[in-house]
């Protein structure tokens, strides 16, 4: 899995919109970029993932660079329950046949949203 | 639908001995993935079960093993514990066919202490 990179932490008020980059700069082709959140104490939950086109839901939106070696996290009003450490993984669209090809999580965003 | 479902939620042990945590996937899931998290090194991938059989390993030694049985759920083991074991154990379960929308849902977590 591609390698990536995120600030450790970032603050944002409330009802701003809260953008949380993240460098993928060795992602291939086949890489997705997923982005999971965690909330203390527990699982991560999925929000949002794309390949090359930006997406959009619910939750959030991705913005995916031109070269797909940087993407931007949306949040567009964030809430004080968007407190919450962001993490943004390339994972493969197909299964390589061996090896350690689980999520490689890295240390994430811890995102404080100030009141 | 429910969702993935960690038995226990929390656990204490001591050094030396074995424990058995248990994870119950999504109806339709046939792919278990588990993950250790601690403070220090976050969040890191144990091995992947797909349809009874480990697909994916990663860098952990062999007192960590795991099985898959025929309806998707899944057990994981640590024999000889050490106090390093200690930490919160995720599991996450999806489709496993690496397609396009392969979201990971996981579980709230087993907190495994050892004394």
């Known amino acids: 899995d591609a390698k990536t990179t995120q600030p450790p932490s970032m603050d944002c008020a409330e009802g701003r919109a809260a953008n949380l980059p993240c460098n993928h700069s060795?992602?291939?082709?086949?890489?997705?970029v997923y982005w999971y959140r965690q909330i203390h104490s527990q699982g991560p939950q999925y929000i949002i993932h794309g390949l090359k086109n930006n997406e959009t839901n619910e939750m959030a939106s991705l913005i995916i660079t031109e070269d797909r070696k940087s993407s931007t996290l949306i949040l567009p009003h964030a809430t004080l329950r968007d407190t919450a450490v962001y993490y943004c993984i390339a994972f493969p669209n197909m299964y390589s046949g061996g090896g350690a090809d689980g999520l490689t999580f890295g240390k994430g965003t811890h995102l404080i949203i100030q009141p | 639908k429910a969702g993935v479902t960690q038995t226990p939620r929390y656990l204490i042990k001591t050094r030396g001995q074995q424990v058995t945590l248990s994870c119950s996937p999504i109806s339709g899931h046939r792919s278990v993935s588990w993950y250790q998290q601690t403070p220090g090194q976050g969040l890191q991938f144990l091995f992947e079960y797909f349809s009874e059989t480990q697909r994916n390993k990663g860098n952990f030694p062999g007192r960590f093993s795991g099985r898959q049985f025929s309806n998707s759920r899944s057990e994981m083991n640590v024999s000889t514990l050490e106090l390093g074991d200690s930490a919160l154990y995720l599991c996450?379960?999806?489709?496993?066919?690496?397609?396009?929308?392969?979201?990971?849902?996981f579980g709230s977590g087993t907190q495994l202490s050892v004394l």
């Open positions: 996450a379960s999806s489709f496993g066919d690496r397609g396009k929308n392969e979201k990971l849902f």
């Open positions: 060795t992602i291939s082709g086949n890489e997705y």
